[in-house]
């Protein structure tokens, strides 16, 4: 498996600022109000990331020999599956709010009650692709000791390269 690509990091985050944009003006235009993003989003981000690295720690102690993590040997593409989503969906998420503050910044009148949350989740998400990027660096497959031998996971993914 390859690592995820810059540019579908790119183009997840302006995917999801344009439709952040377009959500807002849509129903603003319509004469709702803008929504209020809870912090309690921006926590659920904020523990994914904890939990993207945690798994990522898990996965890298599971590649060791004598390791109490084996259990994840088996799982490490899967968890691999799982931290690539994350970057993704983080980009996503950090586009949408982008959008949707960049459309409520340009309105005369800034509702004060939604800015603060939709910072927080933007910075959340963030960090949710960042934590996601380390993750996945910690899922590649050391060298082989022996220049013959096969990788350990048996995932047939050449050293240096992601599980």
Known sequence: MSRTSPLSLLI?????????????????????????VPWEFATLL?????????????V????????RWRELRPRAVDVLRFVKTMAVAGAFEAGYLAGFLVYMLSRPIVPDYAVPSAVGTVIAAVMLVIAALVAERLCELPPPTDPD????SGSGAPHGEPA
């Open 60 to 67: 890298r102690r599971s590649l060791q020999p004598k390791s």
């Open 149 to 152: 031998a096969e990788p350990s």
């Open 12 to 36: 997840a985050t302006l995917v999801g600022a344009i439709i952040g944009f377009g959500v807002d003006a849509f129903l603003v235009g319509r004469g709702g109000s803008v929504y209020l």
């Open 46 to 58: 904020a523990a994914l990331a904890v939990v993207t690295v945690v798994l990522g720690i898990g």
